[in-house]
């Protein structure tokens, strides 16, 4: 849990935004302290600060830095995507999980295939035999691969 601003001088960053005197029975205090005030800044501008402090009186107190944290992504995921939020996000993350597990069994597919025998070996001079010559654009010197002058010079 964050510092309580009853212990130094200078007010959470709630009391601090929304330039009242912070008391020592302040509830936002635990949970914005003087070192993040843009924690409570998009909290605030996302659901207000009435709004949070009821929240914080209604859900137990073992519960609230959970809740805050939680308000806190949510906001400032709302920051970068107003429409969706969080959501947003975890919608991306589904779709990237999608696309690597579809990755990830072609690749075991493969692996499975070449482990079987079913698969030509790879490599140049697998390739250069099969009558495929790979060549690099980023490394020129593949173009005096032997496997590759061998194949070119044939036709």
């Known amino acids: 849990m964050a510092s309580s601003s009853s212990f130094s001088n200078s007010p959470c960053a709630a009391c601090k935004f929304l330039r009242r005197k912070c008391l020592a029975d302040c509830i936002f205090a635990p949970y ?3 070192e993040e005030p843009t924690k409570f800044a998009n909290v605030h501008k996302i659901f207000g600060a ?7 009186h209604e ?3 073992h519960q609230r830095e959970d809740a805050v944290n939680s308000l806190a ?3 400032e995921a709302r920051m970068k995507d107003p429409v969706y939020g969080c959501v947003g996000a975890i919608s991306i993350l589904q779709r990237q999980v999608i696309r690597l597990q579809k990755e990830l069994d072609a690749t075991n597919a493969d692996l499975v295939r070449y482990a079987s025998g079913g ?12 009558g495929v010559c790979f060549i690099s654009p980023l490394n020129t010197n593949d173009r005096h691969d032997p496997y590759c002058r061998d194949k070119e010079e044939q036709n």
């Open 73 to 75: 992504y949510e906001a």
């Open 59 to 61: 859900v137990h107190p």
């Open 32 to 34: 914005f302290p003087p």
């Open 119 to 130: 698969a030509r070996p790879y490599g140049r001079r697998a390739a250069a035999q099969s």
């Open 50 to 56: 009435s709004n949070v402090s009821k929240l914080l």
